[in-house]
DNA sequence: GGCTACTAATGAAGCCGATTCATTAGCGAA
DNA sequence: TTCGCTAATGAATCGGCTTCATTAGTAGCC
């Protein structure tokens, strides 16, 4: 087809190598002109190759984006040590709200691929963006389900529940913050969420009418106590 | 270009009729095959009309189907005076939790065009859609701010923030009822999502333990000093 | 150093939708 | 009945992604 004299060759490569130079430039295109404005034709150019070189090592325009999307979620997820070092449940709550919110602040292209690309997928489940969410949010199941069982929240909320109300939250400001409405305060979002969650489920330890009925037990003995001394004094 | 003899065309109707007729076969079309499935040239079969006579009336597919989804969107809303017959903070906010995720379940391809195409668009708060959905979200924005002015209510976490927790959480079910998993017990999400706000916010002025514990340690001080009185009288 | 086999890279062609626009035909007004 | 307007037409265009027969680097062998 292409005639002997237009045609020129890059340097062949290991497949490794070409397939991190394709990778790299969709992460730069994509993050560079968004998601539905990335052309084939643009992250080819960026490679230094041909459209067609793409189809060599990713089966379609998608796998590509997914696989970019994957290194670099893996990439924040990697950065996690911090939990444990924070004391009390409502503390730990704002800061996974927090980190995540912050993750989105930095990296919002990738947020809304997310959004948009991985998770209404049919078969997200099977997808190992999946399983690296499914340990991203364990935290705050896991979370929960132990504060529910040491009796410090109710149990009347199921902790999937909880950790939707958090991400859902996190993730209906988000799709604010991605049309660059207002100036998206994550401090003062984890914030809201942790205190509504923390206070909404914690297992108040009341006074019941027993306690009530053992306060004047009390203080009929007390009075009945001064009553005699006087009878008899 | 067309030669006279395969030329046919249907009968000229009004533009509102043929508006509606289009707007008609397009909502059946993506209602059937979900929205990334369906073609412009579906529609136009369904209509009876050619593709490019679309044109006449939308500037666009997005356009049309926008459209769409805006009509079907008031109908949901026109259906809305039974709020005000339930009383009850806690009761309202699940009623309307649950009215929004019924919304949700009995059209489901519509609910994630709404969250897949207008959300995201850039000049969504210009749109027809979001005036539509503001009026709709306000409800929640009124109750919480109204149970705050009242008393019932803490103030220390914006009225925003709580409908967002709410419509977040909806939100993030959705996906995982559009993406077919799970059963979608919509009682129960909304339950869980009216009790962990409202007892989050609620300003509960019942007496705890301690506070029983102070007051019997405060009775216990009295009786001795008036023992101590008697005692040395 | 030349030859061969292998396969990475090429890019033109194919394909599949949306979109355009010159042409045609229905319809109401004069 | 004719005329003028414009709705409807559908072939052509366009803009992406995807395919595939062809070309040319490269490693291994002698």
Known sequence: MATRSTRKLVSRLSNDDRTADIMAA??????????????????????????GTIYRYFANKRDLLVKVVEVWFGEQLAIDSHLESISGTQNK?????????????????LAR????ELRPD?????????????????????LCR???????FLND??????????????????????RGEGDFDIDEVADGIARVIYRGMFAQQVATRSDIG????????????????LDGG
């Open 93 to 109: 709550l704002r800061y996974i709200a927090w980190r995540t919110l912050d993750i989105i602040r930095r990296e919002p292209v």
């Open 122 to 142: 049919p078969n997200y489940r099977s997808t190992a963006f999946f399983e690296m969410n499914r340990r991203f949010t364990h935290e705050v199941l896991a």
């Open 26 to 51: 969709a992460r730069a295109v994509i993050s560079a002109k968004g998601y539905e404005n990335t052309l084939l034709s643009d992250i080819a150019r960026q490679a230094g190759v041909v459209e």
């Open 113 to 116: 691929f997310m959004l948009m």
């Open 146 to 152: 132990d504060a529910a069982e040491r009796g410090e």
């Open 157 to 178: 909320v199921s902790p999937n529940m909880l950790r939707d109300m958090l991400h859902g939250c996190i993730e209906h400001r988000t799709w604010a913050f991605l």
């Open 214 to 229: 053992m306060a004047i037990a009390r203080l009929e003995e007390l009075a009945a106590r001064l009553e005699r001394k």
